[in-house]
T-cell receptor
Framework: GQQLNQSPQSMFIQEGEDVSMNCTSSSIFNTWLWYKQDPGEGPVLLIALYKAGELTSNGRLTAQFGITRKDSFLNISASIPSDVGIYFC?????????????FGQGTILTVHP | DTGVSQNPRHKITKRGQNVTFRCDPI?????LYWYRQTLGQGPEFLTYFQNEAQLEKSRLLSDRFSAERPKGSFSTLEIQRTEQGDSAMYLC????????????????FGNGTRLTVT
């Protein structure tokens, strides 16, 4: 099925470093969402973005909805070991597609203490 | 715990058997979604309900798959004549979304049912 292009696929960083990951799409989305998934669990919502250009923070996390509505990025500042996991972007188109999220392939984050 | 609840957490079955999974959404959410996730991939949309009405189905949902939400509360996903390719994590999610500001509300996921077909 259709998926977003999410990069990087994986990151290995030291505790305290900042992290940045992004998602691009060939389609316009009305909503961008960022989720984190731990092994054996479902995705947990981190940040939701609803307007082009919107910049939203949640603690050490900051995400932006690209002005073209075809991309989004997520930054994590001052990483800690519990940030380890898989981060997914997800986009939602409008109209009759309101029910469906399209997910990226995920970014695997490893944080070394 | 008032999150999305899925049962069972794990299911191992032999090829050709039928399996059924259950999802209990967050109580005030009228939208319910089923997704499938294979190793190393993001979740892929299968179907969604608004109340008891099934409003959209993916091409991934072959005729061996059927989902129901008879009273607009919990939902079941049944897979008939399972195949090894059906092995995956089946995720359920729910959201608000009938009108106004809730129409675009984010999805909240359960912890999934991991299906292994041997």
């Amino acid at each position: 099925g259709q998926q977003l292009n999410q990069s990087p696929q994986s990151m290995f960083i030291q505790e305290g470093e900042d992290v940045s990951m992004n998602c691009t799409s060939s389609s316009i989305f009305n909503t961008w969402l960022w989720y984190k998934q731990d092994p054996g669990e479902g995705p947990v919502l981190l940040i939701a973005l609803y307007k082009a250009g919107e910049l939203t923070s949640n603690g050490r996390l900051t995400a932006q909805f690209g002005i073209t509505r075809k991309d989004s990025f997520l930054n994590i500042s001052a990483s800690i070991p519990s940030d380890v996991g898989i981060y997914f972007c997800a986009g939602r188109a409008g109209g009759t597609s309101y029910g469906k999220l399209t997910f990226g392939q995920g970014t695997i984050l490893t944080v070394h203490p | 715990d008032t999150g999305v609840s899925q049962n069972p957490r794990h299911k191992i079955t032999k090829r050709g058997q039928n399996v059924t999974f259950r999802c209990d959404p967050i109580s005030e959410h009228n939208r319910l979604y089923w997704y499938r996730q294979t190793l190393g991939q993001g979740p892929e949309f299968l179907t969604y309900f608004q109340n008891e009405a099934q409003l959209e189905k993916s091409r991934l949902l072959s005729d061996r798959f059927s989902a129901e939400r008879p009273k607009g509360s919990f939902s079941t996903l049944e897979i008939q004549r399972t195949e090894q390719g059906d092995s995956a994590m089946y995720l359920c999610a729910s959201s608000l979304g009938s009108s106004g500001a809730s129409y675009n509300s984010p999805l909240h996921f359960g912890n999934g049912t991991r299906l292994t077909v041997t």
